[in-house]
């Protein structure tokens, strides 16, 4: 699986086409206490299947690999949190942005 360090997510979007499984999405509101401009995007755990197609598409290394526990029982793909408010992105319709 993947993060990301929400501090270090300057919100530019550049990773939301690298996810084949739209699992890159962003917040619908900025956390509070945000010191960005922009809201970050987040992992949403409950869509990502841990290709990694995304990694290396961040310019800050604001997204990182999670090791993934040995267990499977414990694996958040298993039961993921509960997926947190997103903006929608348009990815497929004309004007989208597609996959990178
Ligand atoms: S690891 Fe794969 S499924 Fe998960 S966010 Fe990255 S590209 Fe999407
Ligand atoms: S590419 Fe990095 S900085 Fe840009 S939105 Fe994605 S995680 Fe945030």
Do not use: Y
Not at 68 to 73: G, I, L, M, N, V
């Amino acid at each position: 699986m993947v993060a990301i360090i929400e501090s270090d997510c300057t919100g530019c979007d550049l990773c939301i086409p690298h996810c084949p499984f739209e699992a890159l999405l962003p917040l619908l509101e900025s956390p509070p206490n945000r010191t960005k401009a922009k809201r970050p995007v987040v992992v949403v755990e409950s869509q990502c299947v841990g290709c990694l197609s995304c990694i290396g598409s961040c310019p800050t290394q604001a997204l990182h690999e999670l090791i993934t526990p040995p267990s499977a029982a414990k694996s958040p793909l298993l039961n993921p949190p509960k997926p947190p408010q997103t903006e929608p992105v348009n990815r497929w319709k004309k004007g989208g942005l597609r996959w990178a």
